[in-house]
T-cell receptor
Framework: AQRVTQPEKLLSVFKGAPVELKCNYS??????LFWYVQYSRQRLQLLLR??SRESIKGFTADLNKGETSFHLKKPFAQEEDSAMYYC???????????FGGGTRLMVKP | DSGVTQTPKHLITATGQRVTLRCSPR?????VYWYQQSLDQGLQFLIQ???????AKGNILERFSAQQFPDLHSELNLSSLELGDSALYFC???????????????FGSGTQLSVL
């Protein structure tokens, strides 16, 4: 069975500080990993996916198969980054996304 | 605006009742997904439809059912409601059959169900 764990429910940092939102997964196949974000009063939306190896809004995430992790990082947090972040794992069949419990990021001025 | 529309936004009902949640996918999207978000369980995948046919099933209770109509909108039916069914129900859509693995999902704003 696939599982995604986000150990921190809440992460609070000051503006300009580095941010790392942790995500660990458990999956027997070849993982496809995503980060979704939900800003206040907005819909859940895709932030980035590991296959694209992209940087969105200054965020990056590297898949570490040895540690089964896909942590989301940003060197300098901004207040507008405050949101709920969900790590998600796609299954081999390509039909189901398993989400972690989410981490609420609060960036203080 | 993602283009995915869910109605109603809020629904308050009593235990034992039945409700129907509606989702209209983005124009051109053939796949619809339903998710349940509760405080203790997080975001749970319920079911996926592609072009009218059930494609994948997740942690969906037998009391729940869904369908996708020829115009591609989808309905999630919840029956014999229990207090624990209170949650935010999200619908998402994507273009094709590949599903969440290879495609971007577009989410609706959700229906908040409160069972009293």
């Amino acid at each position: 069975a696939q599982r995604v764990t986000q150990p921190e429910k809440l992460l609070s940092v000051f503006k300009g500080a580095p941010v790392e939102l942790k995500c660990n997964y458990s999956y027997s196949g070849s993982p496809e990993l995503f980060w979704y974000v939900q800003y206040s009063r907005q819909r859940l939306q895709l932030l980035l996916r590991h296959i694209s190896r992209e940087s969105i809004k200054g965020f990056t995430a590297d898949l570490n198969k040895g540690e089964t992790s896909f942590h989301l990082k940003k060197p300098f947090a901004q207040e507008e980054d405050s949101a709920m972040y969900y790590c998600a794992l796609g299954d081999n069949a390509g039909n189901m996304l398993t989400f972690g419990g989410g981490t609420r990021l609060m960036v203080k001025p | 605006d993602s283009g995915v529309t869910q109605t109603p936004k809020h629904l308050i009902t009593a235990t034992g009742q039945r409700v129907t949640l509606r989702c209209s996918p983005r124009s051109g999207d053939l796949s619809v997904y339903w998710y349940q978000q509760s405080l203790d369980q997080g975001l749970q995948f319920l079911i996926q439809y592609y072009n009218g046919e059930e494609r994948a099933k997740g942690n969906i209770l037998e009391r729940f059912s869904a369908q996708q109509f020829p115009d591609l909108h989808s309905e999630l039916n919840l029956s014999s409601l229990e207090l624990g069914d209170s949650a935010l129900y999200f619908c998402a859509s994507s273009v094709g059959i590949q599903g969440a693995r290879n495609e971007k999902l577009f989410f609706g704003s959700g229906t908040q169900l409160s069972v009293l």
